[in-house]
Nanobody, 118 residues
Framework: QVQLVESGGGLVQPGGSLRLSCAAS????????MSWYRQAPGKERELVAR????????VYADSVKGRFTISRDNAKNTVSLQMNSLKPEDTAVYYC?????WGQGRYWGQGTQVTVSS
């Protein structure tokens, strides 16, 4: 079965960096569009970044542009999110998501907590 497993979350001070990774199995990873979403307490889940199957198309939420970078390694079946200049408002559970079409996909990871606090 399809599994998406996130790692790399944690506690970081404002201005710091974290790198999230998502390892995929049970699917032909190179065919999938991959996304990172996040959900803060009391808020709706929102798209953070999305990358196409080949990596040739990428979009970011306005709130993270210039600070976050999404990338993928189709040989290793992984997608990553490099997060720099983190702010307290980036605090959320971050989810990996995959699908065969551009847009929210069918498959979700379990989420990883990112807390930005001094």
């Amino acid at each position: 079965q399809v599994q998406l497993v996130e790692s790399g979350g944690g506690l970081v001070q404002p201005g710091g960096s974290l790198r999230l990774s998502c390892a995929a199995s049970g699917l032909t990873f190179s065919m999938y569009y991959m996304s990172w979403y996040r959900q803060a307490p009391g808020k709706e889940r929102e798209l953070v970044a999305r990358i196409s199957d080949t990596g040739g198309m990428i979009v970011y939420a306005d709130s993270v542009k210039g600070r976050f970078t999404i990338s993928r390694d189709n040989a290793k079946n992984t997608v990553s999110l490099q997060m720099n200049s983190l702010k307290p408002e980036d605090t959320a559970v971050y989810y990996c998501n995959g699908g065969l079409l551009w847009g929210q996909g069918r498959y979700w990871g379990q989420g990883t907590q990112v807390t930005v606090s001094s």
